[in-house]
């Protein structure tokens, strides 16, 4: 049987997402990080950035993120974000508002245009795929 962590992205308005996940690439405070089933323990806090997971059936999905924080564990990753956007949707113009959604969240994040340019390619880049 495949081991999967139990990833929880929460904010102060509720639950972003919540589900099983094959691994997790998270926007650590000292640099982007990837969590496994087993990882050792930590804590970290998260930058303004993008959260990559691939869900057990295979597909990767992505959140954008201002800041916030990471507890990990062997079994679980959960995300406590001062704010969050799911980047999906079923069509062109849902994913389109997601992404403008999320680089308004990112440009109220951080002053760095490069962080910023770079997290929203990768975004784009993501969704384009999805679709």
């Known amino acids: 049987m495949m081991e999967l962590l139990k990833l929880n992205i929460v904010t102060p308005q509720g639950s972003i997402?919540?589900?099983?996940?094959k691994s997790v690439t998270l926007p650590g405070a000292e640099g982007e990080f990837g969590?496994?089933?087993g990882h050792a323990d930590l804590l970290s806090l998260l930058?303004?950035?993008?959260?990559?997971?691939?869900?057990?059936?295979?597909?990767?999905?992505?959140?954008?993120?201002?800041?916030?924080?990471?507890?990990?564990?062997?079994v679980s990753v959960?995300?406590?974000a001062d704010g969050a956007i799911a980047i999906g949707g079923d069509s062109e113009s849902e994913v389109a508002m997601a992404i403008a959604n999320a680089r308004t969240l990112l440009e109220e994040a951080t002053d760095n245009n490069v962080a910023i340019s770079s997290v929203v390619?990768?975004?784009?880049s993501a969704a384009?795929?999805?679709?």
């Open 78 to 80: 959960d995300v406590l």
């Open 35 to 37: 969590v496994l089933p």
């Open 17 to 21: 997402f919540s589900g099983d996940v």
């Open 47 to 74: 930058n303004a950035g993008a959260i990559e997971f691939e869900k057990s059936n295979g597909k990767t999905e992505l959140v954008a993120v201002n800041w916030g924080q990471v507890k990990v564990d062997a």
């Open 128 to 131: 384009k795929n999805s679709l």
């Open 121 to 124: 390619s990768r975004i784009e």
